[in-house]
């Protein structure tokens, strides 16, 4: 089955300094990853996601860039704010049959004023 | 337009009592996943259904636990006895699930305690 892999587990930076999260799968089969934040006590929310017909997505300070042939995805944000501090999910699927996601084990950013 | 909605937020109770937890899922998804997060195995899939059938319930510990969901708008996670280390936030997620994949909607999540 599929296997994600997420790094780093903690990441500090200094506010308007860029972030990077960098997740790896298993699975060639997988063609659709999802970035998940989570607030402290709150519900994974989607902030992104991409499918294997692009190379990389943008979406105001956030990017998601793919790399099928080496079989890993990254999280890019930039000009970081205190708000962006949250733990960030990776995960994977495949895109045909029933979607079952495969998370990654969550970096906690924070992003110190 | 209401999201995932999840009851109860928080349940306390003793090791060896009944826990039923509650999810509404989004008004037309298909797709319906019960999730548990703790802080040592990090967010672990459960079981999902599909049009309200289970499709694999592989994630689901033991036979303490089941699920059920006997229409598209409500689900059940049931553990019965539970233990202490059943102590977790358990999350309740869906989606529609058409050709490709679509993203999932997660709700506010309970917080069990097993005391």
């Known amino acids: 089955g599929e296997n994600v892999e997420q790094h780093p587990s903690t990441l500090s930076v200094q506010e308007g300094d860029s972030a990077v999260i960098k997740c790896t799968y298993s699975?060639?089969?997988?063609?659709?990853f999802p970035w998940y934040k989570q607030e402290l006590g709150k519900r994974p929310q989607l902030i992104i996601d991409i499918r294997s017909n692009v190379g990389e997505k943008k979406d105001q300070r956030i990017a998601v860039t793919l790399n099928k042939t080496a079989k890993h995805f990254s999280l890019h944000i930039t000009e970081t704010q205190p708000e962006d501090s949250a733990v960030y999910f990776c995960a994977a699927s495949r895109d045909t049959g029933f979607q079952k996601l495969v998370f990654g084990t969550g970096t906690r950013l924070l992003v110190s004023p | 337009d209401a999201g995932v909605i999840q009851s109860p937020r928080h349940e306390v109770t003793e090791m060896g009592q009944e826990v039923t937890l509650r999810c509404k899922p989004i008004?037309?998804?298909?797709?319906l996943f019960w999730y548990r997060q703790t802080m040592m195995r990090g967010l672990e899939l459960l079981i999902y259904?599909?049009?309200?059938?289970?499709?694999?319930d592989s994630g689901m510990p033991e036979d303490r636990f089941s699920a059920k969901m006997p229409n598209a708008s409500f689900s059940t996670l049931k553990i019965q006895p539970s233990e202490p280390r059943d102590s977790a936030v358990y999350f309740c997620a869906s989606t529609w699930d058409s050709q490709g994949n679509q993203p999932q909607h997660f709700g506010d999540g309970t917080r069990l305690s097993i005391l």
């Open positions: 699975d060639s089969a997988s063609n659709y």
């Open positions: 008004s037309g998804h298909n797709s």
């Open positions: 259904f599909n049009n309200n059938v289970p499709i694999d």
